[in-house]
Protein backbone atom coordinates (compact mmCIF):
# COMPACT_ATOMS: atom_id res chain seq x y z
CA UNK A 1 0.00 0.00 0.00
CA UNK A 2 2.38 2.22 1.02
CA UNK A 3 4.96 1.88 -1.98
CA UNK A 4 1.88 3.23 -4.21
CA UNK A 5 1.57 6.16 -2.36
CA UNK A 6 2.67 8.34 -5.02
CA UNK A 7 0.38 7.29 -7.59
CA UNK A 8 -2.75 9.34 -6.55
CA UNK A 9 -0.62 12.94 -6.45
CA UNK A 10 0.86 11.68 -9.30
CA UNK A 11 -1.86 10.95 -11.32
CA UNK A 12 -3.66 14.15 -9.84
CA UNK A 13 -0.96 16.46 -11.37
CA UNK A 14 -0.81 14.74 -14.82
CA UNK A 15 -4.32 15.47 -14.78
CA UNK A 16 -3.99 18.85 -13.92
CA UNK A 17 -1.27 19.54 -16.29
CA UNK A 18 -2.04 18.24 -19.08
CA UNK A 19 -4.49 21.12 -20.68
CA UNK A 20 -1.28 23.57 -19.80
CA UNK A 21 1.03 20.95 -21.32
CA UNK A 22 -0.94 20.64 -24.71
CA UNK A 23 -1.36 24.18 -24.81
CA UNK A 24 2.72 24.70 -24.96
CA UNK A 25 2.93 21.98 -26.96
CA UNK A 26 0.49 23.76 -29.53
CA UNK A 27 2.26 26.96 -29.23
CA UNK A 28 5.04 25.60 -30.61
CA UNK A 29 3.30 24.13 -33.60
CA UNK A 30 1.94 25.19 -37.11
CA UNK A 31 -1.40 25.94 -37.14
CA UNK A 32 -1.37 23.02 -40.20
CA UNK A 33 0.55 20.29 -37.78
CA UNK A 34 -2.24 21.11 -35.19
CA UNK A 35 -5.07 20.48 -37.46
CA UNK A 36 -3.01 17.47 -39.28
CA UNK A 37 -3.02 15.17 -36.37
CA UNK A 38 -2.55 14.06 -33.06
CA UNK A 39 0.93 14.11 -31.73
CA UNK A 40 2.42 14.82 -28.40
CA UNK A 41 5.42 16.62 -29.47
CA UNK A 42 5.93 19.76 -31.69
CA UNK A 43 7.15 17.71 -35.42
CA UNK A 44 8.47 20.99 -36.88
CA UNK A 45 9.15 23.15 -33.50
CA UNK A 46 8.89 26.58 -34.37
CA UNK A 47 8.52 30.15 -32.35
CA UNK A 48 6.87 31.43 -34.84
CA UNK A 49 3.99 32.44 -33.09
CA UNK A 50 5.53 33.96 -30.20
CA UNK A 51 7.43 36.34 -32.96
CA UNK A 52 4.58 37.28 -34.16
CA UNK A 53 3.41 38.34 -30.85
CA UNK A 54 5.84 40.15 -29.81
CA UNK A 55 6.51 42.28 -33.21
CA UNK A 56 3.03 42.87 -34.29
CA UNK A 57 1.40 45.58 -32.29
CA UNK A 58 -2.30 44.94 -32.06
CA UNK A 59 -0.91 42.06 -30.14
CA UNK A 60 1.64 43.03 -27.57
CA UNK A 61 -0.55 46.32 -27.22
CA UNK A 62 -3.51 43.90 -25.90
CA UNK A 63 -0.78 42.81 -23.22
CA UNK A 64 0.48 46.35 -22.53
CA UNK A 65 -3.14 47.19 -21.90
CA UNK A 66 -4.17 44.47 -20.19
CA UNK A 67 -1.42 44.92 -17.46
CA UNK A 68 -1.86 48.85 -17.54
CA UNK A 69 -5.76 48.72 -16.50
CA UNK A 70 -4.92 45.35 -13.88
CA UNK A 71 -2.43 47.05 -12.42
CA UNK A 72 -4.11 50.35 -12.21
CA UNK A 73 -7.03 48.67 -10.62
CA UNK A 74 -4.47 47.04 -8.02
CA UNK A 75 -2.98 50.20 -7.12
CA UNK A 76 -7.11 51.70 -6.87
CA UNK A 77 -8.40 48.77 -5.01
CA UNK A 78 -5.50 48.53 -2.31
CA UNK A 79 -5.14 52.08 -1.67
CA UNK A 80 -9.11 52.48 -1.50
CA UNK A 81 -9.67 49.11 0.70
CA UNK A 82 -7.02 49.53 3.14
CA UNK A 83 -8.89 52.85 4.79
CA UNK A 84 -11.80 50.96 4.77
CA UNK A 85 -10.83 47.61 6.51
CA UNK A 86 -8.88 49.53 9.19
CA UNK A 87 -11.99 51.15 9.48
CA UNK A 88 -14.08 47.99 9.80
CA UNK A 89 -11.88 46.45 12.17
CA UNK A 90 -11.12 48.86 14.47
CA UNK A 91 -14.35 51.69 14.63
CA UNK A 92 -17.51 50.70 16.03
CA UNK A 93 -20.06 52.93 13.78
CA UNK A 94 -24.08 52.76 13.13
CA UNK A 95 -25.09 49.63 10.63
CA UNK A 96 -21.00 48.70 10.10
CA UNK A 97 -21.78 44.83 10.02
CA UNK A 98 -24.54 45.96 7.60
CA UNK A 99 -22.52 47.49 5.49
CA UNK A 100 -19.47 45.08 6.01
CA UNK A 101 -21.96 42.45 4.55
CA UNK A 102 -23.21 44.45 1.98
CA UNK A 103 -20.12 45.22 0.62
CA UNK A 104 -19.84 41.55 -0.35
CA UNK A 105 -22.46 41.04 -1.69
CA UNK A 106 -21.33 42.79 -4.71
CA UNK A 107 -19.23 39.98 -5.14
CA UNK A 108 -21.96 38.08 -5.96
CA UNK A 109 -23.69 39.89 -8.26
CA UNK A 110 -22.81 38.81 -12.62
CA UNK A 111 -20.79 41.39 -13.71
CA UNK A 112 -22.88 41.07 -17.15
CA UNK A 113 -25.16 42.92 -14.74
CA UNK A 114 -23.05 46.15 -14.47
CA UNK A 115 -22.14 45.65 -18.28
CA UNK A 116 -24.47 48.11 -19.80
CA UNK A 117 -24.94 50.85 -17.09
CA UNK A 118 -20.96 51.40 -17.11
CA UNK A 119 -21.10 51.58 -20.97
CA UNK A 120 -23.61 54.14 -21.20
CA UNK A 121 -21.93 56.02 -18.13
CA UNK A 122 -18.85 55.95 -19.69
CA UNK A 123 -19.91 56.44 -23.17
CA UNK A 124 -21.37 59.63 -21.38
CA UNK A 125 -18.55 60.98 -19.23
CA UNK A 126 -15.87 60.21 -22.75
CA UNK A 127 -14.39 57.37 -20.35
CA UNK A 128 -15.32 54.50 -22.34
CA UNK A 129 -12.02 52.57 -24.45
CA UNK A 130 -10.00 53.73 -21.87
CA UNK A 131 -7.56 52.27 -19.26
CA UNK A 132 -9.56 53.89 -16.18
CA UNK A 133 -12.75 52.92 -17.57
CA UNK A 134 -11.83 49.15 -17.28
CA UNK A 135 -10.09 50.03 -13.93
CA UNK A 136 -12.62 52.14 -12.46
CA UNK A 137 -15.26 48.89 -13.46
CA UNK A 138 -13.30 46.40 -11.87
CA UNK A 139 -13.12 47.99 -8.69
CA UNK A 140 -16.89 46.54 -8.23
CA UNK A 141 -16.00 43.46 -7.49
CA UNK A 142 -12.21 43.90 -6.48
CA UNK A 143 -12.80 46.27 -3.68
CA UNK A 144 -15.24 44.19 -1.35
CA UNK A 145 -12.79 41.73 -1.72
CA UNK A 146 -10.00 43.69 -0.70
CA UNK A 147 -11.69 44.93 2.23
CA UNK A 148 -13.07 41.09 3.54
CA UNK A 149 -9.11 40.45 2.98
CA UNK A 150 -7.25 43.34 4.69
CA UNK A 151 -10.15 43.32 7.39
CA UNK A 152 -8.80 40.01 8.30
CA UNK A 153 -5.31 40.56 8.73
CA UNK A 154 -6.10 44.16 10.64
CA UNK A 155 -7.98 42.43 13.05
CA UNK A 156 -5.08 39.87 13.69
CA UNK A 157 -3.58 42.98 14.78
CA UNK A 158 -3.98 43.98 18.39
CA UNK A 159 -5.25 47.14 19.05
CA UNK A 160 -3.04 47.60 21.67
CA UNK A 161 -0.48 48.24 18.94
CA UNK A 162 -1.98 50.99 17.49
CA UNK A 163 -2.38 52.53 21.08
CA UNK A 164 1.01 52.14 22.06
CA UNK A 165 2.28 53.88 19.27
CA UNK A 166 -0.44 57.08 19.93
CA UNK A 167 1.28 56.77 23.46
CA UNK A 168 4.81 56.86 22.09
CA UNK A 169 3.90 60.00 19.92
CA UNK A 170 2.94 58.71 16.56
CA UNK A 171 0.27 60.49 14.49
CA UNK A 172 -2.64 58.41 13.07
CA UNK A 173 -0.75 58.85 9.42
CA UNK A 174 2.48 58.40 10.81
CA UNK A 175 1.66 55.33 12.66
CA UNK A 176 -0.46 53.88 9.83
CA UNK A 177 2.23 54.00 6.99
CA UNK A 178 5.30 53.28 9.70
CA UNK A 179 4.00 50.76 11.91
CA UNK A 180 0.90 49.58 10.75
CA UNK A 181 1.00 48.57 6.60
CA UNK A 182 4.63 47.01 7.61
CA UNK A 183 3.00 44.84 10.00
CA UNK A 184 -0.07 43.60 7.36
CA UNK A 185 2.60 43.93 4.86
CA UNK A 186 2.08 39.71 3.90
CA UNK A 187 -2.01 40.98 4.02
CA UNK A 188 -1.71 43.74 1.65
CA UNK A 189 0.72 41.49 -0.70
CA UNK A 190 -2.29 38.77 -1.05
CA UNK A 191 -4.76 41.47 -1.65
CA UNK A 192 -2.72 43.13 -4.47
CA UNK A 193 -3.21 39.39 -5.41
CA UNK A 194 -5.95 38.32 -5.82
CA UNK A 195 -7.17 41.96 -7.25
CA UNK A 196 -4.13 41.25 -10.13
CA UNK A 197 -5.90 38.11 -10.45
CA UNK A 198 -9.58 38.75 -10.80
CA UNK A 199 -9.13 41.71 -13.05
CA UNK A 200 -6.67 40.25 -15.33
CA UNK A 201 -9.13 37.28 -16.00
CA UNK A 202 -12.15 39.06 -16.09
CA UNK A 203 -13.31 39.59 -20.32
CA UNK A 204 -16.64 41.06 -20.16
CA UNK A 205 -16.84 44.43 -18.45
CA UNK A 206 -12.81 44.39 -20.57
CA UNK A 207 -14.22 43.78 -23.61
CA UNK A 208 -17.34 45.52 -23.30
CA UNK A 209 -15.83 48.82 -22.38
CA UNK A 210 -13.27 49.37 -24.52
CA UNK A 211 -12.78 48.99 -28.39
CA UNK A 212 -9.06 50.10 -29.86
CA UNK A 213 -7.32 52.09 -27.57
CA UNK A 214 -7.34 50.38 -24.38
CA UNK A 215 -8.31 46.78 -26.07
CA UNK A 216 -7.18 43.94 -23.65
CA UNK A 217 -5.22 40.65 -24.54
CA UNK A 218 -8.31 38.42 -24.29
CA UNK A 219 -10.40 40.00 -26.69
CA UNK A 220 -7.80 40.45 -29.04
CA UNK A 221 -7.50 36.57 -28.65
CA UNK A 222 -11.06 36.11 -29.84
CA UNK A 223 -10.96 38.35 -32.97
CA UNK A 224 -8.10 36.33 -34.96
CA UNK A 225 -10.36 34.73 -36.99
CA UNK A 226 -9.09 35.53 -40.92
CA UNK A 227 -10.00 33.94 -43.81
CA UNK A 228 -8.26 30.92 -43.49
CA UNK A 229 -9.82 30.10 -40.13
CA UNK A 230 -8.61 30.24 -36.30
CA UNK A 231 -4.64 30.72 -36.22
CA UNK A 232 -4.62 28.13 -33.50
CA UNK A 233 -0.83 28.29 -32.86
CA UNK A 234 -0.74 32.02 -32.20
CA UNK A 235 -3.63 31.58 -29.97
CA UNK A 236 -1.92 29.11 -27.99
CA UNK A 237 1.00 31.19 -28.28
CA UNK A 238 -0.68 33.95 -26.82
CA UNK A 239 -2.44 31.91 -23.82
CA UNK A 240 0.88 30.45 -22.78
CA UNK A 241 1.83 34.36 -22.38
CA UNK A 242 -1.47 34.93 -20.62
CA UNK A 243 -0.60 32.41 -18.20
CA UNK A 244 2.92 33.86 -17.47
CA UNK A 245 2.02 37.13 -14.91
CA UNK A 246 -0.15 35.14 -12.91
CA UNK A 247 2.32 32.50 -12.07
CA UNK A 248 5.12 35.08 -11.55
CA UNK A 249 2.93 36.86 -8.88
CA UNK A 250 2.03 33.55 -7.23
CA UNK A 251 5.45 32.59 -6.92
CA UNK A 252 6.23 35.84 -5.07
CA UNK A 253 2.78 35.71 -3.12
CA UNK A 254 2.75 31.64 -2.14
CA UNK A 255 3.78 31.94 1.28
CA UNK A 256 1.60 34.37 2.30
CA UNK A 257 -1.31 33.19 0.34
CA UNK A 258 -1.43 29.60 2.63
CA UNK A 259 -1.03 32.72 5.67
CA UNK A 260 -4.25 34.43 4.19
CA UNK A 261 -6.39 30.87 4.31
CA UNK A 262 -4.87 29.98 7.60
CA UNK A 263 -7.01 33.27 8.90
CA UNK A 264 -10.21 32.00 7.15
CA UNK A 265 -9.95 35.38 4.48
CA UNK A 266 -9.01 33.74 1.25
CA UNK B 1 0.00 66.21 40.06
CA UNK B 2 -2.42 63.85 38.76
CA UNK B 3 -5.97 64.22 40.57
CA UNK B 4 -9.21 62.65 39.04
CA UNK B 5 -12.45 64.33 40.11
CA UNK B 6 -15.97 62.53 40.45
CA UNK B 7 -14.36 60.51 37.88
CA UNK B 8 -17.06 58.38 35.85
CA UNK B 9 -17.25 56.08 32.39
CA UNK B 10 -20.26 54.82 31.02
CA UNK B 11 -20.46 51.91 28.09
CA UNK B 12 -23.21 50.98 26.25
CA UNK B 13 -25.61 51.89 29.98
CA UNK B 14 -23.06 50.32 32.05
CA UNK B 15 -20.88 51.65 34.62
CA UNK B 16 -17.05 50.72 34.08
CA UNK B 17 -15.81 53.11 36.39
CA UNK B 18 -17.82 55.26 39.22
CA UNK B 19 -16.97 58.60 41.01
CA UNK B 20 -13.44 57.87 41.33
CA UNK B 21 -11.33 60.67 43.77
CA UNK B 22 -7.68 60.07 43.52
CA UNK B 23 -4.77 61.97 43.46
CA UNK B 24 -1.15 61.09 42.75
CA UNK B 25 1.85 62.71 43.80
CA UNK B 26 4.79 63.59 41.89
CA UNK B 27 7.57 60.69 41.88
CA UNK B 28 5.32 58.10 44.19
CA UNK B 29 4.23 54.70 44.21
CA UNK B 30 1.28 53.85 43.74
CA UNK B 31 -1.15 50.44 43.13
CA UNK B 32 -4.65 49.69 41.91
CA UNK B 33 -5.52 46.72 43.85
CA UNK B 34 -8.75 44.58 42.15
CA UNK B 35 -9.95 41.77 41.39
CA UNK B 36 -10.23 40.95 37.74
CA UNK B 37 -12.97 43.31 35.78
CA UNK B 38 -12.51 45.41 38.88
CA UNK B 39 -11.92 48.74 36.84
CA UNK B 40 -8.37 49.09 36.94
CA UNK B 41 -7.82 48.11 33.24
CA UNK B 42 -10.62 51.04 32.25
CA UNK B 43 -9.17 53.81 34.88
CA UNK B 44 -5.59 53.43 33.71
CA UNK B 45 -7.10 53.97 30.35
CA UNK B 46 -9.05 57.08 31.36
CA UNK B 47 -5.60 58.24 33.12
CA UNK B 48 -3.70 57.63 29.55
CA UNK B 49 -5.93 59.66 27.79
CA UNK B 50 -7.24 56.31 25.61
CA UNK B 51 -10.25 56.82 26.67
CA UNK B 52 -12.86 59.62 27.74
CA UNK B 53 -14.07 59.61 31.01
CA UNK B 54 -18.19 60.13 30.43
CA UNK B 55 -18.50 62.42 33.55
CA UNK B 56 -16.00 63.90 36.22
CA UNK B 57 -12.58 65.83 35.29
CA UNK B 58 -8.90 64.52 34.88
CA UNK B 59 -6.11 67.30 36.15
CA UNK B 60 -2.33 67.23 35.53
CA UNK B 61 -0.98 69.84 37.79
CA UNK B 62 -4.01 71.36 38.23
CA UNK B 63 -4.91 71.94 34.44
CA UNK B 64 -7.92 69.68 32.76
CA UNK B 65 -6.61 66.81 30.23
CA UNK B 66 -10.17 65.70 29.09
CA UNK B 67 -10.07 65.62 25.60
CA UNK B 68 -6.15 66.08 25.00
CA UNK B 69 -4.73 63.52 22.16
CA UNK B 70 -2.97 61.10 23.83
CA UNK B 71 0.24 61.99 21.88
CA UNK B 72 0.04 65.49 23.79
CA UNK B 73 0.11 63.52 26.90
CA UNK B 74 3.60 62.61 28.56
CA UNK B 75 2.70 58.97 29.50
CA UNK B 76 4.13 55.68 28.83
CA UNK B 77 1.66 52.48 29.28
CA UNK B 78 2.67 48.55 29.24
CA UNK B 79 -0.12 46.39 28.74
CA UNK B 80 -0.89 42.85 30.65
CA UNK B 81 0.00 41.31 27.07
CA UNK B 82 2.84 41.73 25.39
CA UNK B 83 2.89 44.56 23.41
CA UNK B 84 5.73 45.77 20.75
CA UNK B 85 6.49 46.84 17.10
CA UNK B 86 6.57 43.06 15.64
CA UNK B 87 8.39 44.70 12.42
CA UNK B 88 11.08 46.44 14.00
CA UNK B 89 14.18 45.54 16.20
CA UNK B 90 14.20 45.66 19.94
CA UNK B 91 16.67 48.41 19.73
CA UNK B 92 14.29 50.05 17.56
CA UNK B 93 11.20 49.50 19.80
CA UNK B 94 12.67 50.86 22.77
CA UNK B 95 13.91 54.07 20.72
CA UNK B 96 10.30 54.28 19.12
CA UNK B 97 9.14 57.18 21.61
CA UNK B 98 12.67 59.07 21.08
CA UNK B 99 12.58 58.58 17.56
CA UNK B 100 9.08 60.34 17.23
CA UNK B 101 9.98 62.85 19.53
CA UNK B 102 13.28 63.71 17.21
CA UNK B 103 15.76 63.38 19.42
CA UNK B 104 19.15 63.18 17.92
CA UNK B 105 21.17 59.91 17.18
CA UNK B 106 23.88 59.91 20.05
CA UNK B 107 21.02 60.50 22.21
CA UNK B 108 18.84 57.65 21.54
CA UNK B 109 21.52 55.17 21.40
CA UNK B 110 23.03 56.25 24.40
CA UNK B 111 19.40 56.01 26.63
CA UNK B 112 18.30 53.01 24.61
CA UNK B 113 21.56 51.06 25.80
CA UNK B 114 21.26 52.47 29.20
CA UNK B 115 17.40 50.78 29.59
CA UNK B 116 18.37 47.51 27.56
CA UNK B 117 21.15 47.38 30.36
CA UNK B 118 19.09 47.76 33.22
CA UNK B 119 15.87 45.00 31.60
CA UNK B 120 19.13 42.64 30.85
CA UNK B 121 18.32 43.19 26.98
CA UNK B 122 22.26 44.30 25.46
CA UNK B 123 22.29 40.86 23.60
CA UNK B 124 18.66 40.92 22.04
CA UNK B 125 18.92 44.24 20.64
CA UNK B 126 19.26 43.41 16.65
CA UNK B 127 16.64 40.90 17.18
CA UNK B 128 12.79 41.39 16.19
CA UNK B 129 10.97 40.78 19.35
CA UNK B 130 8.79 37.47 18.47
CA UNK B 131 12.29 35.73 18.30
CA UNK B 132 12.23 36.70 22.05
CA UNK B 133 10.69 34.73 24.91
CA UNK B 134 7.90 36.44 26.55
CA UNK B 135 9.72 37.46 29.36
CA UNK B 136 12.48 39.26 27.46
CA UNK B 137 9.39 40.99 24.69
CA UNK B 138 7.82 42.04 28.53
CA UNK B 139 11.17 43.83 29.56
CA UNK B 140 11.34 45.32 25.97
CA UNK B 141 7.89 46.75 26.77
CA UNK B 142 9.05 48.15 29.82
CA UNK B 143 11.95 49.81 28.16
CA UNK B 144 10.55 51.78 25.79
CA UNK B 145 8.15 53.02 28.70
CA UNK B 146 11.02 53.97 30.82
CA UNK B 147 13.48 55.75 27.88
CA UNK B 148 10.32 58.04 27.13
CA UNK B 149 10.74 59.85 29.97
CA UNK B 150 7.37 59.87 30.51
CA UNK B 151 5.52 62.47 33.68
CA UNK B 152 3.14 58.95 34.04
CA UNK B 153 4.23 55.25 33.84
CA UNK B 154 1.16 53.21 34.13
CA UNK B 155 1.76 49.37 34.37
CA UNK B 156 -1.28 47.10 33.58
CA UNK B 157 -0.41 43.83 35.06
CA UNK B 158 2.81 44.20 33.55
CA UNK B 159 4.05 41.07 35.16
CA UNK B 160 0.51 38.96 35.16
CA UNK B 161 2.20 36.19 32.10
CA UNK B 162 5.73 36.05 33.31
CA UNK B 163 7.29 33.15 35.00
CA UNK B 164 7.66 33.04 38.97
CA UNK B 165 11.14 33.72 38.78
CA UNK B 166 11.47 36.49 36.58
CA UNK B 167 8.35 38.20 38.38
CA UNK B 168 10.10 38.19 41.76
CA UNK B 169 13.04 39.61 40.09
CA UNK B 170 11.29 42.80 38.32
CA UNK B 171 8.66 43.27 40.98
CA UNK B 172 11.62 45.01 43.06
CA UNK B 173 13.60 46.08 40.35
CA UNK B 174 10.48 48.08 38.51
CA UNK B 175 9.96 50.40 41.59
CA UNK B 176 13.15 51.22 42.11
CA UNK B 177 14.22 52.31 38.06
CA UNK B 178 11.20 54.20 37.58
CA UNK B 179 11.32 56.33 41.17
CA UNK B 180 14.51 57.58 39.45
CA UNK B 181 12.59 58.65 36.52
CA UNK B 182 10.08 60.87 39.41
CA UNK B 183 7.60 59.54 37.39
CA UNK B 184 3.95 58.87 39.24
CA UNK B 185 4.41 55.20 39.34
CA UNK B 186 1.09 53.58 39.33
CA UNK B 187 0.71 49.67 38.99
CA UNK B 188 -2.11 47.67 38.65
CA UNK B 189 -2.71 44.65 40.17
CA UNK B 190 -4.63 41.62 41.13
CA UNK B 191 -2.67 40.09 43.91
CA UNK B 192 -2.41 41.13 47.55
CA UNK B 193 1.07 40.27 48.44
CA UNK B 194 2.05 41.97 45.25
CA UNK B 195 0.43 45.04 46.60
CA UNK B 196 2.65 44.91 50.39
CA UNK B 197 5.78 43.73 48.92
CA UNK B 198 5.69 47.05 46.10
CA UNK B 199 4.58 49.43 49.18
CA UNK B 200 4.04 52.69 48.07
CA UNK B 201 -0.38 53.53 47.93
CA UNK B 202 -2.83 51.53 47.57
CA UNK B 203 -6.22 51.99 45.57
CA UNK B 204 -8.35 48.93 46.46
CA UNK B 205 -11.08 48.83 43.31
CA UNK B 206 -14.13 47.18 43.36
CA UNK B 207 -16.96 46.94 40.57
CA UNK B 208 -15.72 50.18 39.14
CA UNK B 209 -15.37 52.09 42.75
CA UNK B 210 -12.54 53.22 44.95
CA UNK B 211 -13.31 51.35 48.14
CA UNK B 212 -9.97 53.25 49.61
CA UNK B 213 -7.01 54.59 48.56
CA UNK B 214 -4.26 55.17 51.41
CA UNK B 215 -1.02 53.82 52.13
CA UNK B 216 -0.40 50.31 51.59
CA UNK B 217 0.28 49.46 54.92
CA UNK B 218 -2.81 51.06 56.30
CA UNK B 219 -5.05 49.89 53.76
CA UNK B 220 -4.20 46.12 54.58
CA UNK B 221 -3.99 46.67 58.32
CA UNK B 222 -7.39 48.42 58.63
CA UNK B 223 -9.76 48.27 55.29
CA UNK B 224 -12.05 50.82 55.48
CA UNK B 225 -15.12 48.46 54.87
CA UNK B 226 -15.68 44.55 53.60
CA UNK B 227 -15.11 44.93 50.45
CA UNK B 228 -11.54 46.04 50.64
CA UNK B 229 -10.82 43.52 53.44
CA UNK B 230 -11.92 40.60 50.62
CA UNK B 231 -9.96 42.39 47.54
CA UNK B 232 -6.64 42.51 50.08
CA UNK B 233 -7.26 39.10 50.95
CA UNK B 234 -5.99 35.99 49.32
CA UNK B 235 -7.25 33.31 49.68
CA UNK B 236 -10.83 35.36 50.71
CA UNK B 237 -11.28 35.90 54.37
CA UNK B 238 -13.55 33.92 56.88
CA UNK B 239 -17.05 35.70 57.69
CA UNK B 240 -18.39 34.74 60.11
CA UNK B 241 -21.68 36.64 61.88
CA UNK B 242 -21.47 37.01 64.87
CA UNK B 243 -23.57 38.72 67.93
CA UNK B 244 -22.65 41.24 70.47
CA UNK B 245 -24.02 41.16 74.15
CA UNK B 246 -22.25 43.15 77.12
CA UNK B 247 -18.74 41.42 77.02
CA UNK B 248 -19.03 38.50 74.56
CA UNK B 249 -19.50 37.52 71.28
CA UNK B 250 -22.44 34.95 70.58
CA UNK B 251 -21.39 32.72 67.68
CA UNK B 252 -23.73 29.48 66.98
CA UNK B 253 -23.77 29.18 70.37
CA UNK B 254 -20.94 29.24 71.52
CA UNK B 255 -19.48 32.68 73.77
CA UNK B 256 -16.03 34.60 72.52
CA UNK B 257 -15.21 36.82 75.20
CA UNK B 258 -14.01 39.90 74.30
CA UNK B 259 -11.13 42.31 75.44
CA UNK B 260 -9.98 45.51 73.59
CA UNK B 261 -11.43 47.77 71.80
CA UNK B 262 -14.03 45.59 71.28
CA UNK B 263 -15.81 45.69 74.69
CA UNK B 264 -16.42 49.48 73.62
CA UNK B 265 -19.07 48.58 70.58
CA UNK B 266 -22.23 48.65 70.95
CA UNK B 267 -24.16 45.38 71.41
CA UNK B 268 -25.93 43.59 67.94
CA UNK B 269 -24.81 41.61 64.63
CA UNK B 270 -21.64 42.13 63.90
CA UNK B 271 -19.95 40.68 60.57
CA UNK B 272 -16.44 39.10 61.84
CA UNK B 273 -13.48 38.41 59.36
CA UNK B 274 -10.43 36.54 59.80
CA UNK B 275 -7.57 36.27 58.09
CA UNK B 276 -7.08 32.74 56.94
CA UNK B 277 -3.42 32.43 59.05
CA UNK B 278 -5.42 33.49 61.73
CA UNK B 279 -7.78 30.49 61.97
CA UNK B 280 -5.42 28.16 64.03
CA UNK B 281 -4.91 24.68 63.64
CA UNK B 282 -2.80 24.45 66.93
CA UNK B 283 -3.84 26.14 69.90
CA UNK B 284 -2.26 29.77 70.54
CA UNK B 285 -0.61 30.35 74.07
CA UNK B 286 -2.92 33.04 74.64
CA UNK B 287 -7.30 32.75 75.13
CA UNK B 288 -8.61 31.17 72.18
CA UNK B 289 -12.36 29.74 70.97
CA UNK B 290 -11.66 26.05 69.57
CA UNK B 291 -14.40 25.07 67.04
CA UNK B 292 -14.65 21.93 65.65
CA UNK B 293 -14.50 21.61 61.75
CA UNK B 294 -14.56 19.14 58.88
CA UNK B 295 -12.00 19.41 56.43
CA UNK B 296 -13.45 19.81 52.86
CA UNK B 297 -10.29 20.05 50.41
CA UNK B 298 -6.27 20.78 51.89
CA UNK B 299 -4.21 22.23 49.20
CA UNK B 300 -0.11 21.87 50.26
CA UNK B 301 2.11 24.42 48.15
CA UNK B 302 5.08 22.96 49.51
CA UNK B 303 5.96 25.65 52.91
CA UNK B 304 2.39 25.84 53.51
CA UNK B 305 -0.67 24.13 53.43
CA UNK B 306 -4.64 25.69 52.44
CA UNK B 307 -7.03 23.56 54.62
CA UNK B 308 -9.99 24.07 53.43
CA UNK B 309 -13.02 23.16 56.03
CA UNK B 310 -16.57 23.34 56.98
CA UNK B 311 -18.06 24.09 59.68
CA UNK B 312 -22.25 24.81 60.23
CA UNK B 313 -22.32 25.50 56.26
CA UNK B 314 -20.02 27.84 55.98
CA UNK B 315 -16.73 27.20 53.98
CA UNK B 316 -13.78 28.29 55.70
CA UNK B 317 -9.89 28.39 54.56
CA UNK B 318 -6.89 27.90 56.83
CA UNK B 319 -3.19 28.97 55.95
CA UNK B 320 -0.73 27.19 58.02
CA UNK B 321 3.25 26.85 57.52
CA UNK B 322 4.78 23.81 56.67
CA UNK B 323 2.92 20.41 55.33
CA UNK B 324 0.21 19.70 57.48
CA UNK B 325 -1.17 16.02 56.84
CA UNK B 326 -5.09 15.72 57.04
CA UNK B 327 -7.67 13.66 55.26
CA UNK B 328 -10.82 14.94 53.81
CA UNK B 329 -13.77 14.37 55.89
CA UNK B 330 -10.72 14.17 59.15
CA UNK B 331 -12.79 15.92 62.31
CA UNK B 332 -11.02 18.64 63.30
CA UNK B 333 -10.38 21.38 66.03
CA UNK B 334 -9.67 25.26 64.38
CA UNK B 335 -8.57 27.67 66.90
CA UNK B 336 -9.38 31.76 66.37
CA UNK B 337 -7.88 34.84 68.68
CA UNK B 338 -10.60 37.46 68.97
CA UNK B 339 -7.60 39.72 68.84
CA UNK B 340 -7.42 38.65 65.46
CA UNK B 341 -10.84 40.08 64.11
CA UNK B 342 -11.91 42.70 61.74
CA UNK B 343 -15.46 43.53 63.09
CA UNK B 344 -18.00 45.13 60.05
CA UNK B 345 -20.88 46.56 60.98
CA UNK B 346 -24.29 46.04 59.55
CA UNK B 347 -23.37 48.52 56.77
CA UNK B 348 -19.92 46.10 56.50
CA UNK B 349 -18.15 49.42 57.56
CA UNK B 350 -15.29 48.25 59.60
CA UNK B 351 -15.45 49.35 63.60
CA UNK B 352 -12.71 47.61 64.96
CA UNK B 353 -8.92 46.17 63.39
CA UNK B 354 -6.69 43.53 64.87
CA UNK B 355 -4.36 46.36 66.50
CA UNK B 356 -1.11 45.60 65.27
CA UNK B 357 1.52 45.50 68.54
CA UNK B 358 -0.58 41.91 68.54
CA UNK B 359 0.20 40.39 65.45
CA UNK B 360 2.40 43.44 63.62
CA UNK B 361 5.16 41.54 61.39
CA UNK B 362 3.56 37.91 61.06
CA UNK B 363 0.46 39.39 59.40
CA UNK B 364 3.09 40.83 56.56
CA UNK B 365 5.35 38.09 56.42
CA UNK B 366 2.73 35.16 55.74
CA UNK B 367 1.15 37.47 53.30
CA UNK B 368 3.90 38.09 51.00
CA UNK B 369 5.15 34.60 51.34
CA UNK B 370 1.30 33.72 50.30
CA UNK B 371 1.73 32.82 46.57
CA UNK B 372 3.96 33.13 44.17
Known amino acids: ?254 NYIAKGFAMGRV | MLELIDVGKRVEGQDHIRDVNLSFDEGSLNVLLGPTLSGKTSLMRLMAGLDKPTSGDIRVNGNSVVGMAVQKRNVAMVYQQFINYPTLTVYENIASPMRVAGADAANIDRKVREAAALMKLTEFLDRVPLNLSGGQQQRTALARALVKGADLVLLDEPLANLDYKLREELRVELPRIFAETGAIFIYATTEPHEALLLGGKTASLSEGRVTQFGPTIEVYNRPSDLITAQTFSDPPMNIVPMTKTGSVFVFAGKQVPVSGDLVRLADGPYKVAIRPHHLMLHAPAGESLELEVTVSTTEITGSESFVHVETMGERWVTLTHGVHRVEVGDRISVYLDPRSFFVFDNQDRLVAAPSQDILPHEDLASASAGHG
Open chain 1, 1 to 254: MTRLRWLVPTLYIIFLMLPIYWLLNMSFKTTNEILGGFSWFPAEFTIESYVKIFTDPTWYSGYINSIIYVGLNTVISVSFALPAAYAFSRYRFVGDKHLFFWLLTNRMAPPAVFALPFLQLYSALELFDTHFAVALAHCLFNIPLAVWILEGFISGVPREIDETAYLDGYSFPRFFTKIFMPLIGSGIGVTAFFCFMFSWVELLLAKTLTSVEAKPIAAVMTRTASTSGYELGLLAAAGVLTIIPGAIVIYFVR
